[in-house]
């Protein structure tokens, strides 16, 4: 296997890499907390009232846990700062056509 050159990154580009980390590390237990909270809210509460394995008053919990899972999403789907690159000077201009390697 080939050996691999730390230094042919700058530093800006291991600080995107160390953001996108960072957002994947956010993004993904919000995505998993979305998708458990819709699951229970409307998919296994209702069916476990309806067929009486759940008592009624579990349907109380529905809204709660449809609150939270909307809200996961909103901080998953969440803009960064857009002004992020023009404090770095990170500009597409100045890397020019290396970037797609």
Wanted: hydrophobic share 50%.
């Amino acid at each position: 296997m080939p050996q691999t050159d730390p230094n042919a990154m700058s530093a800006m580009f291991w600080n995107d890499v160390s953001l996108w980390l960072t957002y994947l590390w956010i993004y993904f237990p919000l995505i998993i907390i979305f998708a458990f909270c819709i699951l229970i809210a409307h998919g296994l509460i209702p069916s476990g009232v309806r067929t009486g394995t759940y008592p009624a008053m579990f349907s109380r919990l529905r809204i709660p846990l449809t609150v939270i899972g909307v809200g996961a999403l909103a901080g998953a789907a969440g803009d960064d700062d857009p002004d992020h690159y023009a404090d770095t000077g990170y500009t597409a201009q100045r890397l020019g056509p290396a970037v797609c390697v």
